[in-house]
């Protein structure tokens, strides 16, 4: 009879969330409805992926509070102090108070599995006269002199976009619709955003904090039909929180029958 998890068995990662999830809750932190990862107790907010995470509170000694309490709850946890690099992403803070994510070692992987060798780059992720399409009447990706995976690449520079580059957004999305049967032409286009990768490898996604300002929030006709439906008094944002003594959000964003009301 198996009495203890197996680390690399299928199930072993549910195991793991299922065991960490009512270790949380016992401490009285509830998961966010909206996403799974995200916990919060009071103005203590616990973000998780897999087995690291990130605290955000209003203060030092709160986080160190519920610190303490995880680890006497009989979790193994490592206090690393105020993050400086979070799954590949390195977090700067400036001496104005903004805050930068990079991911420049993911950008220096994409440019080496490219293969680019010489310094041309370009000043934008796609070109604007070019519409990417099936293209059924070109050679298949395989067939032409390309020496990466076409995949691989896609799926780093989906990766990239998801976090701190949202500047290449719309040129990945177009060339990941045609993973399943690349050709020339989107062979061509992953190169092209590489360059462009390449001449700006030093940008980032910064947050400027405005503690005079709170959460804003745009509710589209969409967002606002699925949050009647399936989300009802849905909590999108705690009250009063600061991340840092900087960040802020203002009130309790919730979804009613036919719209949303702050409370």
């Given at each position: 009879m198996l009495l203890s998890n197996l680390y690399g068995q299928k199930q072993a990662g549910r195991v793991w969330n299922s065991y960490l999830v009512e270790k949380l809750c016992s401490l009285g932190f509830q998961p966010s409805l909206i996403d799974e990862c995200v916990f919060f107790r009071d103005h203590v907010i616990f973000i998780v992926y897999v087995d690291d995470g990130i605290f955000l509170g209003p203060n030092d000694q709160s986080l160190t509070n519920v610190i303490r309490e995880i680890a006497a709850a009989g979790l193994d946890i490592e206090d690393q102090g105020h993050p400086a690099d979070y799954v590949g992403v390195t977090i700067t803070k400036h001496s104005n108070g903004c805050i930068e994510f990079t991911q420049h070692a993911l950008i220096d992987a994409?440019?080496?599995?490219?293969?680019?060798?010489?310094a041309y780059t370009k000043p934008v992720p796609a070109k604007a006269t070019q519409q990417l399409h099936a293209f059924k009447d070109s050679p298949q990706f395989d067939e032409c002199d390309f020496n990466f995976n076409y995949r691989s690449v896609t799926g780093k520079l989906n990766h990239l976009t998801q976090t701190s580059r949202s500047d290449i957004l719309f040129a990945t999305h177009q060339v990941a619709k045609y993973s399943s049967d690349p050709r020339k032409e989107h062979g061509e286009a992953i190169v092209y955003i590489v360059r462009y990768l390449k001449k700006t490898r030093h940008l980032g996604l910064k947050f400027r904090p405005n503690e005079s300002k709170g959460l804003n929030v745009t509710v589209t006709q969409t967002l606002q039909a699925i949050g009647t439906r399936t989300l009802p008094n849905t909590i999108?944002?705690?009250?009063?929180?600061e991340v840092d003594g900087s960040f802020s959000m203002q009130d309790v964003l919730s979804f009613g029958p036919q719209s949303y009301n702050p409370k």
């Open positions: 994409i440019i080496n599995d490219i293969n680019i060798g010489d999108l944002a705690r009250p009063s929180l």
